[in-house]
């Protein structure tokens, strides 16, 4: 047999160009597009049909090319070829595994091919019929489910894989996939879990069980009950919780690491002498070339198991060294065509090994730190769609953890303090950080730096008013726990609130074309609740009685932001429109930052003018705040520190639909690839039998 | 514990009878009483066991000797150390009793010298011995397995019988029968007291002397002896046979009981073994008790009787239902899983030695399995492993980050039947807190301080594990929650745990908060920390909705408060990553325990207690541990003496020849770190922490100051401890000072050109706190020197003999040389009169305040390893 594998092989190779002449499996093939029953006149027919190469293009294109009548006629062949080939998984023989599975896939993927518009159950009725469709689905899942536990080759795993992720992705909307209706009643949960929980196996397949399990968890997510929500809300195996971490952290520091190549080598050499010579006009160019391809179903998985899973919020400060070194490629690596960055399973024989590498070069970093790493570099640019619906969901799983009580434990924890270097957008007025220079601090400062980052770098015409307002929510939230729970966190908070203020001076200066698009009084008073909150609550979080004397002098220094923000509040609020109501909120909101800058500002003039000074220094005026607080009331102001949960649903579903669809037809890109790929690697088999 | 003494008493009298050659034989004894003995302190009120004790006693005082029973109702004062043990219990039977019993033995120890009758008289005892388990319903199940390990022990241990009479024919004649009747009132009598028995037994030559003093170690308290036993251990390795045939029973008998009394016994072992040849023949004495103590076949022989006998324990332990087994997600896995998801996979690794099983993961809970050590001991091993690796990591913070995650992995494997074995309470480990692991200060080696949340609880060995509460406290499971019909069934159990505990109940908001709908606010979660105190805050209380009416609050309050709060809190140290530990050893105790608990799972749990330990990797400890006893026996002669010294002797736990284990001064910083955090004097940061001079506060500081500064200035004589630079020195809360590290002991010292020369360390900084030279309290403290010294003159053959006993077979630098000992009692000036004494002080004084050496000694610290 194999001898015959190896002609048909030599024979395609030397005649690609033309067009090949039919090996023995083509023209069984043909014999199954027929109308005939093939073991009607061969009761061996489906044995030996396992026993031969797959031609999955043939079979794929043969598929592709019928119409829907033509199917219809040879559905008798098609579903006993389905039903032969299922028969076919649970045989000793591990090369009729393999071939029954390839058909599978290839079955899946020609049919979906041919009826792009049609639902799941047209596919169900051609593959399998109505009538037996259970039965077969189940007998489906359960060998799959034992080809995943049992004690099967890698790569056979792998192929079980790759034929759930053709089964998952079938149609675009995965809730549309209705055949998954089986795959929700014959769990393979249990199979994916245990694939986590076991480092080898993790290593080898961790990726594809994420990123399947991702998947199954978004269908019918808003309509219906789906056991893998509720199992995985569940979990609390440390080791299985872990695994799903250690591939999620893989992916995204894979991710970091690429991006930081491409970053060095835009930067490297005569690029860097010229741009210094330029100056910053290329920036924007060397900009373009260091987009790396985001990875949202990753993303997805982590927001998944931040989100629903509490369980999974410890292993967020899980530590582990670093893995920005790059890791030699695994075993599959060589013989794989170069798919697309950050689409593939990145190299995973880093943490191999349970114990910690002893390399004391390594820094210890955990799956947070990796995650606030990614989260820089994808929110530096939010122009193309991909990159903001990623800097979108980064937002919100920082918004979920920020609203976590044990994560913000940790966040704030002063031992567990970390060097983080996030990326930054190079812009003309300010260095480059230089990496050594940050000490370690708490994880909640790089979370606020990032923050202040985002914040500082997006002020632009085409204003992500969304994320902002996400952003600023984040920092609230932060802000929240530091109040109720007294952390004086020893934190620059002036470079917090220089922000913020320039964010309100950007809503000013661009109130008419913004306000055409957005609520700019939402985010607005987002902004100036934050600044009461340090107003009214400071003594209890702020790290030294000087930086409420700062946060003073910074709002009587700007007051001319707050002066012109409450002109146009309450402009707009005593206009009748739409916007009359939350401007208006915006008036009441500044009563406190007024009141400062009324009581204030007199005094420093009367000092200035007493002193014969016309330029105050800072700490003049430092000095004269220290000594009129004592004159100056303030007005409580009602539920500063509370704020309104994450919740899905309904704000984010028409969000993660549209995720969804697309990480779907990502990963049926993608599966395609690799399943021929897989086709090399499979002729282990074909040497074993 | 009086049942057992009495118990153990009575067999062990029994034993003397027998030449000292057949007490291998005899081991049965000792261990078959244990049979009984085992059950007794676990069951608070055995009546039935101490009534059959009762009929026991009877027995054996009626049948061997034909004695008048009025007699033994005579009235001759108890053994001490029964009549201690009779405090509590009812007097079922007379103290006098088994007073009788024990003279009796004694007598027929001598009698033995002349007649050989003893083997029939023997098989009487054996009979009564063997007659007590039918009489105890639980002993008699477990006694057939016992035997047979006996018989193992006896092929251990024993030489072939016929070569062990002849030596005992040997011994006899070399008895001396006069000699003894003195011995005899002195072992009677009430003085006689662990530190002589084992003072005898370490001196005397005769074997008789030594199994009746290996038999009456059966009758003193627990306590007593475990303060010896480094000292029995260094016997039983390094001295003639006849000592450690006298020892072994007690140490089995012993081991049986207690798991950790075997792995005490197994890790001083091994450490003492160390130092000898491996050639030499008594070397795999020690070896051998060590290879029989870790093949665990010396099991408890009543652990059975024992765990039926307390099934209302588990009640109290474990949060949920739960079994450590586990969960919800287990349950749900199907079967294929069940391989798969053992938790001990991402464990770390731990270096399996080869006489132990590696499959056995630290979280068996069955103690029916064979290995009863074995997750202690994996226990102990990642802990020392972890040292190890951060010894490579070059910089402090490296070493800090890769302990917190190296302990965060740990975490993983607990709760386990696993302890502290430096407390002093049953318990088991729940939960390392990682991230208040500190990397203590060494310059090549890489001790580290960990805390260690415990469940207190009855017997560690056979109480049951806690259940494993995660990290999270699992509140909500959000929207999955809420959905109809999901189908897991394991959906039960954690309802249950949850409404078990507690804390849980008001969480209730957080199942169904996503589910409300939008506009939820967050409730404040009633289990943190911030909730107490938020009260006292105005502004807090005034938060609340309902108020329509606007609150006005003046701008300066807000300030005032800020700048008060940070005024109120403690002085605390600046975080400095080349001294993390620093900031975590100032932070006061009762503070860290409440800080820690609020965020631990387990805090809610009332027997939920926080240990701290430091672990030492690469460090010999004995000396330590030497120096600890010492301390230890100064100071309870201190006590007796009624002489106001203080000091701290802080416990150690030898591990092997270079590792160990040390209980940390609690609230105490080195004076190192306090010059360098406060840039004071010492006396100006007693002003700081204290008060003024005439404060209360300052002056209880002063005198605690003074008094510990005495007692060690004492102990530093004496011992002629050395190395005494600022950061072997530590300065408590309450103003005591603490010396640590007594790596430098007796005849070594370190190899640094003759520094440190003065009697003691006595810098004008201390002088300064003290008051000046000619302050009350300086003379105070000469005055308190002196009488420690008297004292301690009073009792110096105490102190003498646990350093003599470990002098034996030890390579210790402490050791080197052959005037320890001579030099050691010089120091305690024993042909001194009381006048002469109080110069000799006077002069020490002098001598160390004048003392070059000492500055230049700091100085030298203070350029080489950045010691201020």
């Not at chain 1, 991702?214 to 269908?219: C, R």
């Not at chain 2, 005024?567 to 001294?579: I, L, N, Q």
């Not at chain 2, 000619?774 to 053959?797: C, P, S, T, V, W």
Request: charged share 20%.
């Amino acid at each position: 047999m194999a001898q015959v594998d190896k002609k048909a092989g030599l024979l395609r190779k030397s005649s690609a160009s033309r067009k090949p002449l039919k090996e023995k499996v083509v023209l069984m093939y043909d014999e199954i597009f027929g109308l005939e029953d093939p073991a009607k006149n061969n009761p061996r027919f489906w044995e030996e049909l396992f026993l031969m190469k797959v031609n999955l293009e043939y079979l794929e294109g043969k598929l592709e090319s019928l119409d829907g009548d033509e199917v219809m006629k040879i559905k008798d062949n098609i579903n006993s070829l389905f039903h032969n080939c299922i028969q076919a998984l649970a045989e000793e023989h591990q090369i009729k595994v393999v071939n029954a599975l390839q058909t599978l896939c290839a079955l899946l993927r020609g049919v979906h091919q041919r009826n792009k518009s049609t639902s799941g159950f047209d596919i169900i009725n051609m593959l399998m019929g109505f009538d037996k469709a259970e039965l077969r689905m189940k007998a489906l899942m359960e060998s799959l489910d034992a080809q995943l536990c049992g004690d099967r080759s890698h790569s056979l795993k792998s192929l079980c894989f790759k034929l759930l992720l053709c089964l998952v992705t079938v149609t675009d909307n995965i809730s549309q996939n209705t055949i998954l209706e089986y795959v929700m009643i014959n769990s393979i949960f249990e199979a994916i879990l245990q694939i986590l929980s076991h480092t080898p196996s993790r290593i080898q397949h961790g990726y594809d069980a994420v990123v399947l399990l991702v998947l199954l968890v978004n269908y019918r997510k808003y309509e219906s009950v789906n056991p893998y929500i509720v199992k995985l809300s569940i979990v609390d195996d440390e080791t299985t919780l872990n695994g799903m971490g250690l591939v999620i952290s893989q992916a995204l520091s894979e991710y970091n690491r690429q991006y930081k190549d491409k970053e060095e080598e835009a930067q490297g050499g005569f690029f860097s002498a010229f741009t210094n010579m330029v100056g910053s006009m290329f920036i924007a160019d060397a900009e373009e070339k260091i987009t790396v391809h985001t990875n949202e179903a990753i993303l997805l998985a982590l927001y998944e198991a931040v989100h629903l899973n509490r369980n999974f919020i410890t292993v967020l400060a899980q530590s582990h060294p670093e893995i920005d070194i790059v890791s030699t490629p695994s075993v599959a690596a060589p013989t794989m065509p170069i798919a697309p960055l950050g689409t593939t399973p990145p190299s995973l024989d880093m943490l191999a090994s349970p114990e910690l590498p002893l390399d004391p070069n390594l820094q210890t970093s955990n799956l947070l730190i990796t995650f606030l790493k990614y989260s820089s570099i994808v929110m530096q640019d939010t122009k193309d769609e991909h990159r903001l619906s990623s800097a979108k969901l980064c937002l919100i799983i920082l918004t979920c953890i920020a609203e976590d009580q044990y994560a913000n434990s940790f966040l704030h924890d002063d031992n567990m303090s970390f060097r983080v270097n996030l990326h930054r957008m190079p812009m003309r007025h300010r260095k480059k950080l230089a990496d050594k220079s940050l000490p370690s601090r708490p994880l909640v400062c790089a979370v606020l730096d990032l923050m202040v980052e985002f914040i500082v770098s997006h002020m632009m015409k085409d204003f992500p008013m969304d994320l902002y307002v996400r952003c600023v929510q984040v920092i609230h939230k932060l802000i929240c726990y530091q109040k109720k729970c007294r952390i004086r966190l020893h934190y620059t908070w002036r470079e917090l609130w220089t922000a913020l203020i320039n964010l309100l001076k950007f809503l000013l200066s661009h109130e008419t074309t913004l306000l055409a698009k957005y609520n700019i009084f939402n985010l607005a008073l987002l902004v100036v609740n934050l600044f009461n909150m340090f107003i009214t609550y400071g003594d209890t979080f702020l790290p030294t009685p000087s930086s409420y004397d700062e946060l003073y002098y910074e709002i009587v220094r700007m007051h001319q932001v707050f002066d012109n923000l409450y002109c146009m509040v309450l402009r707009v609020s005593t206009n009748t429109g739409q916007w009359k109501e939350p401007a208006s909120k915006v008036t009441h909101a500044l009563g406190n930052i007024r009141a400062i800058i009324n009581h204030f500002n007199p005094k420093i003039e009367s000092f200035a003018a007493v002193n014969h000074i016309s330029q105050l220094s800072e700490d003049q005026v430092l000095e004269v705040v220290r000594s009129n607080y004592d004159t100056l009331t303030l007005k409580l102001q009602d539920g500063l520190d509370q704020y309104e949960r994450y919740s899905e649903q309904p704000k984010e579903v028409a969000f993660f639909k549209e995720l969804v669809r697309s990480i779907s037809l990502n990963v049926r890109k993608n599966v395609s690839l690799t399943t021929l790929s897989q086709d090399v690697l499979l002729k282990e088999f074909s040497t074993i039998s | 514990m009086s049942a057992i003494g009495r118990l153990s008493l009575v067999m062990g009298d029994t034993d003397v009878a027998f030449p000292p050659s057949q007490v291998e034989d005899l081991q049965l004894s000792p261990s078959s009483s244990s049979a009984s003995a085992v059950s007794c302190p676990s069951s608070p009120s055995s009546s039935s066991t101490s009534s059959s004790c009762s009929d026991h006693q009877h027995l054996q005082c009626t049948s061997p000797s034909s004695s008048d029973s009025s007699s033994t109702r005579g009235c001759s004062p108890p053994l001490d150390v029964i009549s201690e043990g009779y405090g509590e219990l009812d007097f079922v039977i007379d103290p006098e009793m088994a007073q009788k019993a024990c003279q009796e033995v004694l007598q027929k120890l001598q009698r033995q010298q002349g007649d050989s009758e003893p083997i029939g008289d023997n098989t009487d005892h054996r009979l009564d011995n063997g007659a007590i388990p039918p009489e105890l319903p639980e002993g008699g199940n477990c006694k057939p397995p016992k035997i047979s390990e006996e018989d193992e022990d006896e092929e251990d241990v024993g030489e072939d019988p016929p070569c062990g009479t002849v030596r005992s024919v040997q011994r006899k004649q070399k008895n001396d029968s006069s000699k003894q009747s003195w011995l005899l009132r002195l072992f009677e009598s009430k003085l006689f007291d662990v530190s002589m028995a084992i003072s005898y037994l370490y001196n005397s030559k005769e074997p008789g002397v030594q199994a009746y003093i290996g038999n009456r170690l059966f009758s003193f308290r627990h306590e007593g002896v475990d303060f010896y036993l480094p000292q029995l251990l260094n016997m039983y390795v390094h001295m003639d046979e006849e000592v450690g045939d006298a020892i072994k029973p007690y140490i089995v008998h012993r081991c049986r009981q207690s798991v950790g009394f075997s792995l005490q016994c197994v890790w001083l072992l091994g450490a003492y073994s160390s130092d000898m040849h491996i050639s030499a023949q008594r070397h795999s004495r020690g070896a051998r008790l060590r290879k029989v103590i870790l093949s665990d076949e010396l099991k408890p022989s009543g652990s059975h009787t024992r765990r039926e006998a307390h099934p209302s324990s588990e009640a109290c332990l474990s949060p949920s239902k739960r079994t450590h087994q586990r969960s919800k997600s287990d349950a749900m896995l199907s079967v294929s899983l069940s391989s798969g998801l053992k938790r001990t996979a991402s464990n770390p690794k731990v270096e399996s030695s080869q006489d132990e099983d590696p499959n056995s993961s630290c979280e068996s809970t069955d103690t029916e399995t064979p290995a009863r050590l074995t997750p202690q001991r994996e226990f102990i091993k990642s802990l020392m492993g972890i040292g190890k690796r951060l010894a490579t990591l070059p910089t402090k913070e490296q070493k800090t980050q890769r302990l917190i995650s190296e302990l965060s992995l740990l975490n993983h494997k607990l709760p386990a039947r696993v302890w502290l074995p430096t407390a002093t309470f049953e318990h088991h480990v729940v939960r390392v807190p990682h991230t208040q692991a500190v990397v203590l200060n060494s310059k090549d080696k890489a001790p580290y301080l960990i805390y260690v949340e415990v469940l207190e609880c009855e017997s560690l060995e056979t109480s049951p594990v806690p259940a494993r509460i995660p990290e999270t406290r699992i509140r909500s499971t959000r929207s999955a929650e809420n959905l109809p019909d999901c189908g897991i069934t394991a959906a039960e159990p954690r309802v249950a745990s949850f409404t078990t505990v507690p804390n849980y109940d008001n969480d209730d908001e957080a199942w169904s908060v996503d589910d409300i709908g939008d506009l939820q606010v967050e409730f404040p979660e009633v289990h943190t920390s911030s909730c107490d105190n938020i009260s006292q805050f105005s502004v807090d209380s005034i938060t609340s909705q309902e108020s329509k009416e606007p609150i006005f609050i003046a701008a300066g309050d807000i300030r005032r408060r800020l700048s008060e709060q940070l005024a109120h809190t403690p002085t605390s140290f600046r975080r400095d990553p080349e001294d993390p530990s620093a900031v975590a050893l100032k932070e006061p105790w009762q503070e860290k325990v409440r800080r820690i608990r609020e965020a631990s799972p387990y805090g809610h749990l009332p027997n939920w207690r926080l240990l701290s330990v430091i672990v030492k990797c690469g460090d010999d400890l004995r000396q330590e541990l030497l120096a600890f006893q010492v301390l230890s026996q100064l100071q309870s002669i201190w006590i007796q003496e009624r002489v106001p010294l203080w000091i701290k002797p802080y416990k150690i736990l030898v591990i092997s020849s270079d590792s160990g284990m040390i209980e940390p001064v609690v609230n105490a910083v080195s004076l190192h770190q306090v010059k360098k955090q406060s840039q004071l004097s010492l006396l100006d940061y007693f002003l700081q922490e204290h008060g003024g001079y005439t404060t209360e506060a300052f002056l209880t500081a002063q005198r605690n100051f003074v008094q510990s500064c005495a007692g060690y200035c004492l102990i530093c004589y004496l011992l002629q401890v050395k190395d005494r630079h600022n950061g072997n020195i530590l300065l408590d809360s309450e103003g005591h000072i603490i010396h640590i590290d007594f790596g430098f002991i007796l005849s070594s010292s370190p190899r640094n050109l003759g520094f440190e020369t003065s009697a003691f360390k006595l810098t004008s900084e201390f002088v300064d706190v003290m008051g000046g030279l000619d302050g009350d309290m300086f003379n105070y403290y000469k005055m308190l020197m002196l009488q420690g010294l008297i004292a301690a003159r009073k009792h110096m053959e105490k102190v003498i003999q646990i350093v003599e006993i470990m002098q034996q077979g030890s390579h210790l630098p402490c050791f080197h040389g052959s005037s320890t000992i001579r030099t050691l009692k010089e120091r305690f000036h024993m042909n001194l009169t009381e006048e002469q004494l109080q110069v000799l002080v006077e002069q020490m004084v002098d001598g160390s305040m004048r003392s070059l050496t000492t500055k230049l000694y700091d100085g030298f610290q203070y350029l080489t390893n950045g010691i201020m």
